[in-house]
């Protein structure tokens, strides 16, 4: 297979949740976002606070390979944990990383 079907792949946002909003943000990730994403192809989901930075987020989704990924993130039933996350976050950046080593 090429780089679609045989790499791990990462996707990597940064973003931001204001220091009001993030209780009900983690808790909501928590019992919501996260468990739909991983029992939908997702290996891994990480969720980081940045250090001196209140309101900036890094989260970590890993899969299998890339079909997986556009897979998942194509589902029908994706659009309503997509839209909770969008509730929260703003200044959204996605980075889409493949393994090398």
Sequence with gaps: MGEKGDK???????????????????????????PFWESHGCKSYSLWQATGEPTTF????????????EKSM??????PIKDLFFGFAKNVSRKV???KV
């Excluded at 220091?19 to 928590?30: A, D, G, I, M, R």
């Excluded at 890094?58 to 990924?69: Q, T």
């Excluded at 194509?74 to 659009?79: D, F, G, I, R, T």
């Design 8 to 34: 791990l792949v990462k996707v990597v946002f940064t973003y931001d949740v204001t220091v009001e909003n993030q209780p009900e943000y983690l808790k909501v990730t928590s019992e919501k976002i996260r």
């Design 58 to 69: 890094v989260k970590e989704m890993v899969f299998e390979n890339m079909i997986a990924m």
């Design 74 to 79: 194509s589902l029908q039933e994706a659009k």
């Design 97 to 99: 990383c493949i393994k």
